[in-house]
């Protein structure tokens, strides 16, 4: 009896593995947790403050609250730990009619911001895909 329990408990855990490995790594994870997360939101600053598209919507932002914000929302849409504590992205972006250029060249910010902290391209596009719903709050509003 006993040798069947442990030969239950062990087929248990190798399910558990094999489980694991078929999973794909989950995107929290991919993007390197909160710490890879907030290197890509500081390098896409830097990025947004070259980028002569878009940079003069930031001017008088208050960019290190926009870092923990833009940081806590990636990190909640990507399923990590976090909380967003912000306003939501309607309140945020309303009455500035941002435009789908605009929306665009922050999306390519983001694809540099990503490419230059050394993030997989898989890995880019499944981060892309969770963020693509912001824009019904954010364009026009
Ligand atoms: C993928 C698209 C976008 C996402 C996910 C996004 C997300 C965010 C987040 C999370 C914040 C911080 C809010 C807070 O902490 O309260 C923010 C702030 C801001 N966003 Fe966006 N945004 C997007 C597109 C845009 C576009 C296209 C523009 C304009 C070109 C823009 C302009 C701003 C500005 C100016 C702020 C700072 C507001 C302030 O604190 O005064 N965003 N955005």
Redesign the pocket.
Known sequence: MKQLFIGLCVSFLLMACANQSSTEQSLYDALGQYEGITKITHQLILVIAKDER?KH??K???MS??K???SD?VCVAVGGPCE?K??N?QL??AG?N?TNT??N???DD?ILAMEQCGIPVTTQNRLLAK?AP??KD??YQ
Request: aromatic letters at 22%; glycine letters at 10%.
């Open positions: 878009v919507r930031y008088g932002a208050n609250k926009f923990k914000g833009m929302y967003y912000g306003d992205m945020v972006h500035h941002y605009e929306f060249a922050i999306v983001l963020l912001t824009y954010v364009v």
